[in-house]
Antibody, heavy 120, light 107 residues
Framework: EVQLVESGGGLVQPGGSLRLSCAAS????????MSWVRQAPGKGLEWVAN????????YFVDSVKGRFTISRDNAKNSLYLQMNSLTAEDTAVYYC?????????????WGQGTLVTVSS | DIQMTQSPSSLSASVGDRITITCRAS??????LNWYQQTPGKAPKLLIY???NLQSGVPLRFSGSGSGTDFTLTISSLQPEDFASYYC?????????FGGGTKVEIK
């Protein structure tokens, strides 16, 4: 059974940092691109970043470029999102999602999400 | 960036109704369009990929169509568990973008 379990969310002050983790199981993690998708309270979905199976390619939405870093450890079946210089606009539930092996993206498995609240 | 526009933003319907949700891309995305369902407090669930392919385990009452810039998601006979929000998402080019969502409510 495919499972994605996020952790690391919480309350952080504006300008602060947070590192999210996603533990994957039940599939060949090292074969898949992986993504982070977020959802602000009461709002729609926003793709944040993704990373190729071997970590050699990474892409970000413009609003987080230069502030967020995505990484993975295939030996630990884990995905990470390092978030720096956080603002209130980053407040959201952050989901880890399984992306593609190749070809067009679709997010066929999602974690339960972890809430990040940026507030003083 | 490719903008995705869904309509309507909300709709009220009854069990057994046939409903259609529309998604329009700001430029041609071929068939690189996915549909998701989200119930409150839950993660999204993939329903349809590349415009018309039903994800494994998704009931046959869900169908998708379209190509280029105009796409539709149809539920042929609405069931109680289908009252949820629906999102389209393009995978043609980065950044990956979602539509604003359509909330399907009980009439």
């Amino acid at each position: 059974e495919v499972q994605l379990v996020e952790s690391g969310g919480g309350l952080v002050q504006p300008g602060g940092s947070l590192r999210l983790s996603c533990a994957a199981s039940g599939f060949a993690f090292s074969s898949y691109w992986m993504s982070w998708v977020r959802q602000a309270p009461g709002k729609g979905l926003e793709w944040v970043a993704n990373i190729k199976h071997d970590g050699s390619q990474k892409y970000f939405v413009d609003s987080v470029k230069g502030r967020f870093t995505i990484s993975r450890d295939n030996a630990k079946n884990s995905l990470y999102l390092q978030m720096n210089s956080l603002t209130a606009e980053d407040t959201a539930v952050y989901y880890c999602a399984r992306d593609k092996i190749s070809g067009p993206t679709n997010f066929d498995y999602w974690g339960q999400g972890t809430l990040v609240t940026v507030s003083s | 960036d490719i903008q995705m526009t869904q309509s309507p933003s909300s709709l009220s319907a009854s069990v057994g109704d046939r409903i259609t949700i529309t998604c329009r891309a700001s430029q041609s995305i071929s068939s690189y369009l996915n549909w998701y369902q989200q119930t409150p407090g839950k993660a999204p669930k993939l329903l349809i990929y590349t415009a018309s392919n039903l994800q494994s385990g998704v009931p046959l009452r869900f169908s998708g169509s379209g190509s280029g810039t105009d796409f539709t998601l149809t539920i042929s006979s609405l069931q109680p568990e289908d009252f949820a929000s629906y999102y389209c998402q393009q995978s043609h080019s980065g950044p990956l973008t979602f539509g604003g969502g359509t909330k399907v409510e009980i009439k």
